[in-house]
């Protein structure tokens, strides 16, 4: 029994994926006898609602120089990422006079939008690769962790912020309590915080378990953020479901009293009381779904290696690290993967050790079935390549929710 990152109570258990490797671990082939591993199991508080992680590995370890995830690989990322800034520009009536700081600005490719505008902001970014590739773009960046430490220096640099966000980032944060009191004292007291991660409700309903890796210390709901907030002097003021990563929600945070909340934050925190996410029966049951996944896979995976049909994989994702690894999928099953990041090219995947070719030689891999393990795009990837799949007769395997064989 572990105690709960969040309220210190007991953690209970729901599901264990086994020994996994660093997620963006892209390896050579002298790394795989000292390649590391740890027991990953996500459990359920009771009192908090929050799910989490059971054990992780030191942030160095997974964030530093060598990331292997640049946000601006994907086009449709990029407007997403347009379109919450300008939000944000609206919500707070942003101009050349306000302040607004990211928490994991990646490459830049949210916080250029207000550079763009000429509002002054600060983005925090540890892993020091792809913090360089914003600073290129002429944004103000910092390589640290963020913390209540960092939050008090910006202050005493720059002062308050009208507005803190962040993006597939606070998931992965488990000194949460740090964090928050950076918030707290770093927004201005008709401030907003606005993050957006991948939702645990979306998650339960899709099965979809391979959100779970070491870098997502935390699942979030509703009713977890508002116990969270609520420990800081903060609330929950809005709540907005995103298609984003298979399913997110959008946080959005104020100092207790000072704005309205929205009739979605109720709303939505019914929904996840009918799902279940209360308790954790929901959890249980996801567990049993996830588990029906892992046979149908590899028992299609097997019988297609029986008739020796070509398949290779799409996508070299963080989330595929997991898959492969709870599943046992090898290089037997799966001849290699092909990813449009080139500092994963020519390496081999994280524990399975699948060799990872570029994306360009895609083309002439010339397989039967391309399993697809960046399903969460699945609408862009299947559109770019639709006549390549169509005209060679290739089909796509997909196993969230469900597994099963997809024509185009």
Not at 223 to 233: D, G, I, K, P, T
Request: include cysteine; hydrophobic fraction near 40%.
């Amino acid at each position: 029994m572990k105690n709960c990152l969040i309220c210190n109570s007991d953690v209970k258990t729901f599901i264990d994926l086994g020994q996994q490797p660093i997620a963006n671990g892209f390896l050579l082939e002298p790394q795989f006898k000292n390649e590391y591993f740890f027991k990953m199991e996500v459990g359920f508080c009771p009192k908090c609602k929050m799910v989490q992680l059971l054990e992780q590995p030191d942030r160095e370890q997974m964030f530093h120089e060598n990331y292997a995830f640049f946000s601006s690989t994907s086009n449709y990322m990029k407007e997403h990422f347009k379109n919450f800034a300008s939000s944000i520009i609206d919500l707070q009536s942003l101009n050349k006079s306000s302040f607004v700081v990211e928490i994991g600005c990646n490459d830049g490719i949210m916080i250029q939008n207000f550079k763009e505008k000429n509002i002054g902001h600060l983005g925090v970014e540890p892993s020091r690769n792809v913090a360089e590739v914003a600073k290129s773009k002429g944004i103000n960046v910092t390589s640290e962790f963020f913390d209540s430490k960092l939050a008090e220096n910006a202050v005493s640099k720059y002062g308050k912020a009208d507005a803190i966000i962040s993006a597939n980032v606070m998931c992965h944060i488990p000194y949460m309590h740090s964090i928050f009191d950076g918030i707290e004292k770093l927004l201005k007291d008709d401030g907003v915080f606005v993050f957006e991660d991948p939702y645990a409700g979306d998650i339960v309903q899709k099965a979809s378990f391979d959100q779970v890796y070491d870098e997502h210390t935390f699942l979030f709901s509703v009713l977890s953020v508002s116990h969270l907030a609520q420990m800081h002097n903060l609330e929950v003021i809005n709540a907005q479901p995103q298609i984003t990563h298979g399913g997110s929600m959008r946080y959005t945070i104020a100092h207790k009293g000072k704005k309205e909340i929205s009739k979605n934050v109720a709303k939505q925190i019914e929904i996840e009381k009918n799902l279940g996410l209360d308790s954790i029966a929901a959890y249980q049951e996801f567990t049993n779904k996830v588990l029906v996944v892992k046979n149908d896979l590899i028992a299609l995976l097997e019988k297609l290696k029986y008739e020796g049909k070509k398949v290779v994989a799409y996508g070299a994702t963080s989330k595929s690290t997991t898959v492969t690894n709870f599943f046992g999928i090898t290089p037997e099953h799966v001849s290699f993967i092909y990813d449009t990041t080139p500092t994963k090219h020519n390496k081999f995947s994280p524990g399975a050790h699948i060799p990872v070719l570029p994306y360009e030689e895609f083309r002439k891999s010339n397989p039967d079935y391309v399993l697809l393990f960046a399903w969460n795009h699945a609408k862009e990837i299947m559109e770019k390549e639709i006549e390549y799949m169509k005209d060679n007769g290739i089909k796509w395997i997909i196993y969230v929710p469900d597994v099963r064989v997809v024509d185009v």
